[in-house]
């Protein structure tokens, strides 16, 4: 026990130059409210998103950006990007977005709105 701990202590385990270049944001803690709303969000898209077909009026879709904005900003800031956005998908609320959002058209899914992320996350 007494040469195992002086082998520790005049021999400290250092990282490798290789985990030393990584940045601390590269390394991310589990989170199980995170986990389980992406896989929610996940189970939606391979299961109920493909039967819909192409409804959404945004690009990338709603699920699409709840999944980047959770995966962003955590489940709270996230969640609560996603009910923004998914308020202002409805057909009831596209008679101004061409007042507020560039419009372009998308090959194969028609015309949609087109937002850049730092565009839409200007609260980062």
Known sequence: MVILLFFVLE??????????SKSLKAVKQFN?????TLSLIRLYQL????QQGNVCNFEPSCSHFS???????GPFWGLLLSGDRLERCSPFTFHYI????????????GYKVLEKPDDVWKYK
């Open 67 to 73: 999944y980047e904005a959770i995966e962003e900003f």
């Open 47 to 50: 299961v109920l998103s493909g």
């Open 98 to 109: 061409g007042k507020f959002y560039k419009v372009g058209f998308v090959e194969g899914r």
């Open 11 to 20: 021999n400290p385990i250092e990282p490798t130059p290789a985990l030393k």
């Open 32 to 36: 199980e409210v995170e986990f389980l």
